[in-house]
């Protein structure tokens, strides 16, 4: 059982930066894929990054890519978005997942634990 808890989130202008972070419990921090997913009303749930255990592999959703980035510290059992040049459109709550994968992919089900999310609002 992972239990995951998001922070960082907050209104911010378009251009400026924010980072998340992820903490999770547990002790198997670091057998887990980590992945950030982010929600607006009435939409699906949309991939946005994931690394695999140990940190060596990253995948990014084209619309974010170059502009974020997603990292972990196993040894804090935390994982961070760093997200830079955000837009209007970044809006959204954003929620940090936990896979029992070497590397996690897209979709949401492949994801065996969530967070509570966390709302980035960023204006024009």
């Known amino acids: 059982q992972v239990q995951l808890v998001e922070s960082g989130g907050g209104l911010v202008q378009a251009g400026d930066s924010l980072r998340l972070s992820c903490a999770a419990s547990?002790?198997?921090?670091?057998?887990?894929?980590m992945g950030w997913f982010r929600q607006t009303p009435g939409k699906e749930r949309e991939f946005v990054a994931a690394?695999?255990?140990?940190?060596?592999?990253?995948n990014y959703a084209d619309s974010v890519r170059g502009r974020f980035t997603i990292s972990r510290d196993n040894a804090k059992n935390t994982v961070y978005l760093q997200m830079n040049s955000l837009k209007p459109e970044d809006t959204a709550v954003y929620y940090c997942?936990?896979?029992?994968?070497?590397?996690?992919?897209?979709?949401?089900?492949?994801?065996?634990?969530w967070g509570q999310g966390t709302q980035v609002t960023v204006s024009s």
């Open positions: 997942a936990a896979a029992i994968l070497y590397m996690g992919g897209s979709g949401p089900g492949e994801y065996n634990y």
């Open positions: 690394i695999s255990w140990r940190g060596g592999s990253t």
């Open positions: 547990g002790r198997t921090f670091s057998s887990y894929a």
